[in-house]
């Protein structure tokens, strides 16, 4: 239990499951209308802020 209460401190973490959330409302509720051409953009967007956290990671999980 103190692995996952230390996982969630790390912004790589928080920002994974609200992508998983946003998932499931995507593929159950369609909750952005969008085209296929805006999901390749939000894609990007995904994967810069992916790299970006990785980026400002400067300690490991057993240090926080």
């Known amino acids: ?3 996952i ?3 969630l401190k790390s ?3 928080q920002f994974s499951i609200a992508l998983a959330a946003l998932s499931i ?3 159950y ?3 952005l209308p969008v085209s296929t051409a805006t999901q390749a953009l939000i894609g990007v967007g995904i ?3 992916i790299v970006v ?3 400002v990671t400067v300690a490991p999980l057993s240090k926080k």
Request: with cysteine; aromatic share 4%.
């Open 1 to 3: 239990m103190d692995l």
């Open 5 to 7: 209460l230390q996982s």
């Open 11 to 13: 912004k790589t973490v």
């Open 25 to 27: 409302l995507q593929g």
């Open 29 to 31: 509720i369609g909750f």
């Open 47 to 49: 994967a810069s802020c």
């Open 53 to 55: 956290l990785r980026a």
